[in-house]
């Protein structure tokens, strides 16, 4: 895992980040959760529509659509069954247009989901694929002689059971990482490649802005050898995609992968443009698993490992190549919950948080409702959730033996349907999502924690990160400043500097309830306050309870 340097590197000149992703702030949306306009309880393209204003007051530059592509909805749209048209759940081709269109008014890009490494099992091309072995679409997946009840290997799928599924008209087995449903593409075919180079071809002549790469380090795998993430062809396809795609627009295209370190996101990201602008990986948040076991395996928060795990990808990729900067998404429970305080102290937490992620170089992501301090899901029992990973996980375990009250810790700290609940907008029924009945239970919640009472109000969350998303247009040491971690040891303080040529800002954050001394603040008594959430007399050094700010001052 990656360390901080022990010298600064010269500094590179405000011009070197002259992209405009660079300075952007994306807000990922997660259509079903997001708003229904029809009523039947599941979000919806003409929800995102009417609440365009509110992301253009929130003041963000892109917004990462989760997939709307049809689907049959195993894995809630990651598995797709056609990559050209709009789910009629979500809308029509027709509303994603107008979406693209209405959002363009509003400086807003919107950027698709690409789920590449699979489709669904419903796909025409893998229902062609299945009629037999001269079938020419047979070869767009990966099969493997075999004999019923005995797999080519022992390889698991992410959402439990084997990797492989039999199929008796062929006698073979297909490769699934996912679920059965999502059967893997055969990347090594050419003719897969080209039919995903023209589709994504067709999305940029519609005008979208970028693409958001699903597990994009596991397309290249090798079944036979037990590769599935960072296969050996994985760069020369990737690069090769980029060739023939991206690098014909002004696109923001982000990868997304759980295995990369930061010498695999230098390839990801290289200045050059070679692949992608930037990678999502998620080294950080994995820390508070059991090493080499499951995520639902919890331990506690690994802090001083957190800090120097963000700061030595902070130096990492200083001048070649690029991170995204994330707390949360559609995967991971909420971060006020997870690593903040959801009690007494929400507001100042989530506060807290921002400020630690928006003060790093990256292009941060707020994931829907995180800009309101919205937290987990509240829900009691089994049968409230709906995400397949989660239920296929709590029947494994409790066939297993495991204690039914251990799986629901486990649960309940980590399902990914904690933030996958509806967007909480106003007190009104259903917390304003939906005029039906709600696909997955709202948080009991929404009455105190909405975006009504929030917009508008000084000392909101979402005015927080409304000022946090200005500070990074405004000041271009937000993008450009090298990363220095202070008081690395400190099992309490979280402080940083940025150094650019003309300016040196330092971030600030007590990351836990008890007041904490942070003696370098009394070197910046002389600097300008560029937000806090909570004002400082000049000669304070102690941080109370998630006290956070950023301090500024010329060099
Ligand atoms: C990614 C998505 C996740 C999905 C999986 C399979 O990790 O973010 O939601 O289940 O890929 O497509």
Same mark, same amino acid.
């Not at 009417?50 to 253009?56: F, P």
């Not at 892109?62 to 598995?79: H, R, T």
């Given at each position: 895992?990656?360390?901080?340097?022990?010298?600064?590197?010269?500094?590179?000149?405000?011009?070197?980040?002259?992209?405009?992703?660079?300075?952007?702030?994306?807000?990922?949306?997660?259509?079903?959760?997001?708003? +229904?306009?029809?009523? %039947?309880?599941?979000?919806?393209? !003409?929800? *995102?529509?009417?609440?365009?204003?509110?992301?253009?007051? &929130? @003041?963000?530059?892109?917004?990462?659509?989760?997939?709307?592509?049809?689907?049959?909805?195993?894995?809630?749209?990651?598995?797709?069954?056609?990559?050209?048209?709009?789910?009629?759940?979500?809308?029509?081709?027709?509303?994603?247009?107008?979406?693209?269109?209405?959002?363009?008014?509003?400086?807003?890009?919107?950027?698709?989901?690409?789920?590449?490494?699979?489709?669904?099992?419903?796909?025409?091309?893998?229902?062609?694929?299945?009629?037999?072995?001269?079938?020419?679409?047979?070869?767009?997946?990966?099969?493997?002689?075999?004999?019923?009840?005995?797999?080519?290997?022992?390889?698991?799928?992410?959402?439990?059971?084997?990797?492989?599924?039999?199929?008796?008209?062929?006698?073979?087995?297909?490769?699934?990482?996912?679920?059965?449903?999502?059967? +893997?593409?055969?990347? %090594?075919?050419?003719?897969?490649? !080209?039919? *995903?180079?023209?589709?994504?071809?067709?999305?940029?002549? &519609? @005008?979208?802005?970028?693409?958001?790469?699903?597990?994009?380090?596991?397309?290249?795998?090798?079944?036979?050898?037990?590769?599935?993430?960072?296969?050996?062809?994985?760069?020369?396809?990737?690069?090769?995609?980029?060739?023939?795609?991206?690098?014909?627009?002004?696109?923001?295209?982000?990868?997304?992968?759980?295995?990369?370190?930061?010498?695999?996101?230098?390839?990801?990201?290289?200045?050059?443009?070679?692949?992608?602008?930037?990678?999502?990986?998620?080294?950080?948040?994995?820390?508070?698993?059991?090493?080499?076991?499951?995520?639902?395996?919890?331990?506690?928060?690994?802090?001083?490992?957190?800090?120097?795990?963000?700061?030595?990808?902070?130096?990492?990729?200083?001048?070649?190549?690029?991170?995204?900067?994330?707390?949360?998404?559609?995967?991971?429970?909420?971060?006020?919950?997870?690593?903040?305080?959801?009690?007494?102290?929400?507001?100042?937490?989530?506060?807290?948080?921002?400020?630690?992620?928006?003060?790093?170089?990256?292009?941060?992501?707020?994931?829907?409702?995180?800009?309101?301090?919205?937290?987990?899901?509240?829900?009691?029992?089994?049968?409230?959730?709906?995400?397949?990973?989660?239920?296929?996980?709590?029947?494994?375990?409790?066939?297993?033996?495991?204690?039914?009250?251990?799986?629901?810790?486990?649960?309940?700290?980590?399902?990914?349907?904690?933030?996958?609940?509806?967007?909480?907008?106003?007190?009104?029924?259903?917390?304003?999502?939906?005029?039906?009945?709600?696909?997955?239970?709202?948080?009991?919640?929404?009455?105190?924690?909405?975006?009504?009472?929030?917009?508008?109000?000084?000392?909101?969350?979402?005015?927080?990160?409304?000022?946090?998303?200005?500070?990074?247009?405004?000041?271009?040491?937000?993008?450009?400043?090298?990363?220095?971690?202070?008081?690395?040891?400190?099992?309490?303080?979280?402080?940083?500097?940025?150094?650019?040529?003309?300016?040196?800002?330092?971030?600030?954050?007590?990351?836990?309830?008890?007041?904490?001394?942070?003696?370098?603040?009394?070197?910046?008594?002389?600097?300008?306050?560029?937000?806090?959430?909570?004002?400082?007399?000049?000669?304070?050094?102690?941080?109370?309870?998630?006290?956070?700010?950023?301090?500024?001052?010329?060099?």
């Amino acid at each position: 895992m990656c360390e901080q340097k022990k010298e600064r590197p010269a500094l590179m000149p405000a011009s070197a980040c002259n992209k405009w992703w660079q300075k952007a702030v994306v807000y990922q949306v997660y259509p079903r959760s997001f708003q +229904d306009s029809s009523g %039947d309880g599941i979000g919806d393209l !003409r929800g *995102i529509i009417s609440r365009l204003d509110y992301l253009k007051t &929130l @003041g963000v530059d892109a917004i990462w659509l989760s997939p709307v592509y049809c689907s049959p909805q195993d894995d809630n749209g990651y598995d797709i069954s056609d990559y050209r048209d709009i789910d009629p759940m979500f809308g029509t081709l027709e509303d994603m247009k107008q979406l693209i269109g209405e959002a363009k008014k509003r400086n807003i890009r919107i950027v698709m989901d690409l789920v590449l490494n699979h489709t669904s099992d419903e796909h025409r091309w893998f229902k062609e694929a299945k009629k037999g072995w001269d079938n020419p679409y047979h070869d767009y997946y990966v099969w493997r002689d075999g004999k019923e009840g005995v797999p080519p290997n022992d390889m698991k799928a992410a959402f439990g059971g084997s990797a492989w599924t039999w199929v008796p008209e062929l006698s073979q087995y297909y490769f699934h990482q996912f679920s059965v449903k999502q059967p +893997d593409l055969n990347w %090594d075919n050419p003719k897969v490649r !080209r039919e *995903i180079y023209d589709m994504i071809l067709w999305w940029m002549a &519609l @005008g979208v802005g970028g693409f958001r790469l699903d597990v994009i380090d596991q397309i290249a795998k090798v079944p036979d050898e037990k590769i599935t993430a960072n296969g050996p062809k994985l760069h020369e396809y990737i690069r090769e995609m980029s060739r023939e795609t991206f690098q014909k627009g002004d696109l923001i295209t982000v990868g997304e992968a759980w295995g990369a370190t930061p010498e695999l996101a230098k390839l990801y990201s290289n200045p050059d443009g070679s692949e992608f602008s930037m990678v999502f990986q998620f080294q950080h948040m994995m820390l508070d698993q059991q090493e080499g076991r499951e995520k639902w395996d919890l331990s506690p928060l690994p802090f001083v490992k957190l800090k120097k795990n963000l700061a030595g990808w902070q130096q990492a990729l200083y001048g070649c190549g690029w991170n995204s900067l994330f707390w949360d998404n559609h995967d991971l429970p909420r971060i006020v919950s997870h690593w903040g305080n959801d009690g007494v102290y929400r507001e100042k937490s989530a506060k807290m948080l921002a400020t630690i992620l928006h003060g790093m170089q990256g292009t941060p992501y707020i994931y829907q409702g995180e800009e309101l301090g919205m937290t987990n899901a509240d829900f009691e029992s089994i049968d409230q959730f709906r995400d397949i990973e989660t239920l296929n996980m709590y029947r494994e375990r409790i066939e297993k033996g495991y204690d039914p009250e251990d799986v629901m810790c486990s649960v309940h700290a980590k399902s990914r349907d904690n933030a996958r609940t509806p967007m909480q907008w106003d007190d009104s029924e259903n917390a304003g999502f939906t005029t039906g009945t709600p696909w997955i239970g709202v948080n009991g919640n929404y009455k105190t924690i909405n975006a009504a009472s929030q917009v508008g109000r000084p000392d909101s969350v979402f005015s927080y990160y409304q000022k946090l998303i200005g500070l990074r247009k405004a000041y271009d040491i937000f993008a450009d400043g090298y990363f220095e971690l202070l008081m690395p040891e400190d099992p309490q303080i979280f402080v940083y500097t940025r150094t650019d040529e003309q300016t040196e800002m330092l971030v600030y954050a007590n990351f836990y309830d008890k007041e904490a001394d942070c003696p370098v603040l009394s070197d910046w008594a002389d600097a300008q306050c560029l937000i806090a959430n909570e004002d400082r007399a000049p000669k304070r050094t102690a941080l109370h309870a998630y006290e956070a700010g950023i301090l500024v001052r010329k060099r």
